[in-house]
């Protein structure tokens, strides 16, 4: 059990870091990767909550000036202001999900 | 049973990846994903690293969001210059540029090459090239000026990451150079030129309809306005004038100037051209033509006045200037006040180029308007393969090669410049003045350092293209010149007499010399007026000068004067003029054109059977006051009926002869048909019957989107603006608002005759108000905008409102909101 929190904070580093120095979601499966030592189960659920945990980097920005922005990018793109802030953190979290499932699956095999 | 799991887990995460390859710009990190865009929408006092500067900067921001530079030298002010620009609006100079340089497919896709390929054609790139070169030999202490400003551009762009609008575009900003200050400096001057679009659409008409007809429609001075010119009085200039070459004016300007006299070309081989004019025309026309594309048609043009001191209330002169340009989020303009020991000049910088275009120092204040005479002039060529003819003998063109997303192109050149279209052996080449090198930026950055009215008049000595007419005051004077290069061709008259004119009606033969500019207007007789006697001069893109001026317009495609006409409606019943009055005039949305023509349409309608709607409609027609107020009902009627009008005879009869893209004759000439011929075949052989039939189409369209209560038919339900954004997307533009005005109101709304509910958006107007008395220290100012391009910040769009409601800023009072220190 206490084996499994030093996996998941390092899958918590290795996130945050490809979050903060790459542009893409797709970089989740590097991030869920130290997952694979918890069961299937917890390594799912982790990797969904490590991932989609980002949404917390919003705290840096202001919150009306967020707003306004995710509105403008939604008139520009059709779809709801508040989708565009949460989806790239939702992608991210269903990645490392979907990662760490597989990870887990194929090593107890 | 696993491995099948396994595999689709394996296929969902590959197709999660491609798909969230399009969210990168959304990754919530700072320096990543578009977010950190909302930390940068306010200015915030910082102290800034800037490689390059001799010393310290202060930039001052005001209230209004106009920056006040402060440095010590030329070089640091020019460079801080670049800095705050390229901080405020780099993507949209980037944009700018690569438009300019027929360079946007490569970076924005293949559905921009057609816009590329005319830059190219049009040869702004090439000329920009060999500008910076001229720069660069003769001037090297005005080319110092522009590397400083790409300086300041570059140090923002090596400090800056990804800005906002590339990471939404796709691409990282290019490292800026003078050549694209000046290639973008030839893309103003194109879309405010005279001589390329014009004569093409003139040979049409004239093909299609012969001498009677264009002199009819479109006569060479509009109807109602030849004796209100931007130079008062008759033509004559600094003593010289036709009667001193012994010619009679009213001789001159009864001749038939399309005719192969005056052109070169005879009737015949015109028409048979037709396709090849056709082809000219959609080669250049330019998708992209940021700043409203120049037409015969009423879409753009500018006011300017200026009071002399006698007729000021002030005591000293004043003068008015509202250029009026397609508008943009963020606007072309940028609002500066840039201070060193050299410079003390407030006003408003076209963003990629340095310095102040219009605007004041303390002493002197200067305003551009449109001049419509021609700075470029067509030329039909013959070729023999890659040979043209030329005096007699066949010589070599020469080509312009270029690649765009990998297809070769190759453009012929004959002597008279870049051929914009073949057709057989035959070719339309184009010669304008931009073709060779003029030092616009040395007149602007003289004009920025101007302390009276000879310093206006030296500056402009430099200013080559395009022409303009310069609204110019001091503390003592006031006046106007048109300045600029106005090519002339030595034409030889039916009677043998021999005159130098500008421009022509048509297109010319390029195979002789007789009919190539051999020279431009010499400056001292360029047109011009200091202090006229009259107290007041105008400059709303009307005629520029009268019948006998020495070097006849005959290439002159002037704006109807509708507010011109309106202007010296204002000016001459005002025999002292106050600062109000200058804002009166800015404001104002008298239709005096509607105030012509209601009589004819009122007395043709005003007996005709009627439904309860239409007589509630004529109602408010016969009560209106020819206001274009947002809530006048009258102009909305007005307008539709006028729409039919034009819809039901001139666009039919245009369309009928496959020559729908002509612009639409001058509401002037439909008030003189219905006052003079009012059963020409133009107005359908019956003008009453014409107007009544459009009146009743007009209350019917009207009823069916807007219901029957006519009360509620304002001009603003059917009359919008829109500032469009520089990235195309409605979500970055502004509106559509309910605007006042229309196409003949000094406070401009134009829009085109089309029976449409809602009116076409308004999309160019005015794009700053100044109005100045360097005398008595009045210096006001707005534009419909802000300086920043953060969509989000409130300095996007700050003076909207105020710009809206016809206030200014006094931009001699301002109070420091924040305070940014380059080091």
């Known amino acids: ?109 | 049973m696993r491995k099948i799991l396994d595999a689709v887990i394996i296929a969902l995460l590959i197709v999660l990846s491609i798909f969230s390859m399009n969210f990168s710009v959304l990754n919530p990190s700072p320096g990543i994903g578009v977010w950190d865009e909302t930390l940068n929408s306010n200015y915030t006092s910082q102290v800034l690293k800037i490689p390059g500067l001799y010393k310290p900067v202060t930039v001052k921001i005001d209230s209004t969001g106009m920056a006040h530079i402060y440095a010590q030298n030329d070089h640091d002010l020019f460079m801080a210059e670049g800095y705050y620009q390229a901080s405020n609006r780099l993507f949209q100079m980037e944009i700018q540029a690569l438009a300019a340089s027929g360079n946007l497919s490569k970076y924005l896709g293949p559905s921009y090459i057609d816009s590329d390929k005319a830059m190219r054609y049009l040869g702004l790139p090439y000329n920009a090239y060999n500008l910076e070169i001229a720069y660069k030999t003769n001037h090297p202490e005005f080319y110092e000026i522009a590397v400083a400003f790409s300086q300041g551009i570059n140090s923002y762009i090596n400090s800056s990451g990804t800005p906002f609008y590339f990471k939404l575009a796709g691409f990282k900003p290019f490292l800026w150079s003078p050549y694209y200050t000046l290639v973008w400096e030839e893309y103003m001057t194109l879309s405010l030129t005279t001589g390329i679009y014009e004569p093409l659409y003139s040979a049409l008409f004239y093909n299609a309809f012969g001498f009677e007809n264009s002199t009819l429609i479109w006569p060479y001075y509009p109807y109602y306005t030849e004796n209100i010119t931007v130079i008062p009085g008759d033509g004559t200039v600094n003593g010289n004038n036709l009667e001193k070459q012994h010619i009679d004016p009213d001789y001159l300007w009864s001749l038939n100037w399309y005719d192969s006299w005056a052109t070169g070309i005879n009737t015949s081989l015109l028409k048979r051209i037709n396709p090849l004019i056709m082809a000219a025309l959609k080669n250049i026309s330019d998708p992209m033509m940021l700043p409203a594309l120049h037409s015969m048609e009423e879409t753009i043009g500018s006011n300017s006045w200026v009071v002399t001191a006698n007729n000021s209330k002030t005591g000293y002169p004043m003068l008015a200037n509202d250029p009026h340009l397609t508008l943009l989020a963020p606007s072309l303009w940028i609002p500066l006040n840039l201070v060193d020991p050299n410079y003390n000049v407030t006003g408003w910088a076209l963003a990629g180029i340095p310095g102040i275009l219009i605007g004041h120092t303390q002493n002197t204040s200067w305003g551009l308007t449109m001049s419509e005479g021609n700075s470029a002039n067509v030329f039909l060529e013959i070729f023999n393969g890659n040979r043209y003819l030329y005096n007699g003998t066949w010589h070599d063109a020469s080509f312009r090669n270029f690649t765009l997303l990998g297809n070769k192109y190759s453009i012929p050149m004959t002597r008279n410049g870049p051929v914009i279209a073949r057709w057989g052996n035959f070719g339309i080449s184009i010669n304008w003045t931009a073709q060779q090198p003029s030092y616009v930026l040395i007149a602007e950055l003289m004009l920025d350092r101007s302390s009276n009215y000879t310093d206006l008049m030296n500056a402009l000595r430099y200013w080559g293209y395009p022409p303009q007419n310069f609204a110019l005051v001091s503390r003592d004077h006031a006046g106007y010149i048109v300045a600029g290069n106005f090519p002339i061709i030595r034409e030889t008259l039916p009677d043998g007499k021999n005159v130098y004119v500008v421009g022509s009606r048509s297109i010319l033969n390029g195979t002789n010399p007789s009919y190539i500019p051999c020279g431009y207007v010499p400056y001292q007789y360029l047109p011009q007026v200091k202090d006229p006697e009259q107290g007041y001069a105008f400059a709303p893109n009307q005629a520029t000068v009268g019948k006998s001026y020495p070097y006849p317009f005959i290439g002159g495609f002037w704006e109807s004067g509708g507010r011109a006409y309106a202007a010296w409606n204002y000016l001459r019943t005002h025999q002292k003029m106050g600062i109000d009055d200058m804002k009166a005039m800015q404001s104002n949305v008298t239709d005096f054109f509607a105030m012509k023509l209601m009589p004819y349409i009122d007395n043709s309608i005003k007996n005709m059977n009627m439904n309860m709607t239409e007589k509630k409609a004529l109602e408010y027609l016969e009560n209106w006051n020819f206001t274009a107020y947002t809530d006048s009902v009258g102009m909305t009627v007005y307008w539709y009926t006028l729409s039919y009008i034009y819809n039901l005879s001139f666009q039919r009869i245009l369309d009928s002869n496959g020559l729908d893209l002509l612009p639409l004759p001058f509401v002037n000439t439909l008030i003189y048909l219905a006052s003079n011929y009012p059963d020409s075949p133009w107005v359908n052989g019956n003008f009453t019957r014409l107007a009544m039939i459009s009146f009743s189409k007009a209350v019917s369209l009207l009823a069916s989107y807007l219901g029957n209560n006519v009360s509620s038919w304002t001009w603003g339900r059917v009359h919008y603006l829109m500032i469009s954004s520089i990235t195309g997307s409605d979500a970055f533009s502004v509106g559509p608002i309910p605007f006042y005005g229309d196409t003949n109101t000094l406070s401009v709304g134009s829009v085109p005759y089309l029976p449409v509910i809602p009116e076409p958006y308004v999309t160019s107007s005015s794009s700053l108000r100044e109005i100045s008395c360097p005398g008595a220290g009045i210096f006001l100012g707005v534009f419909p905008g802000g300086p920043s391009d953060n969509p989000i910040s409130y300095y996007y769009e700050n003076q909207l409102s105020t710009w809206l409601s016809h206030g200014y800023y006094d931009l001699t009072a301002w109070r420091t909101e924040v305070t940014i220190t380059y080091e």
């Open chain 1, 1 to 109: 059990m206490n084996r499994d929190y030093v996996f998941i904070g390092i899958s918590i580093i290795l996130a945050y870091l490809f979050l903060f120095f790459t542009p893409y979601p797709w970089t989740g499966i590097f991030a869920a990767i130290p997952l694979f030592k918890l069961t299937v189960k917890r390594a799912a659920l982790a990797g969904f909550f490590i991932g989609f945990s980002t949404i917390i980097i919003y705290i840096i920005y202001p919150m009306a000036p967020l707003f306004k922005l995710s509105s403008i990018l939604g008139t520009a793109t059709g779809m709801p202001g508040i989708v565009l802030i949460i989806i790239y953190p939702l992608i991210y979290g269903l990645t490392m999900m979907l990662s760490a499932l597989l990870f887990s699956d194929l090593t107890k095999k």
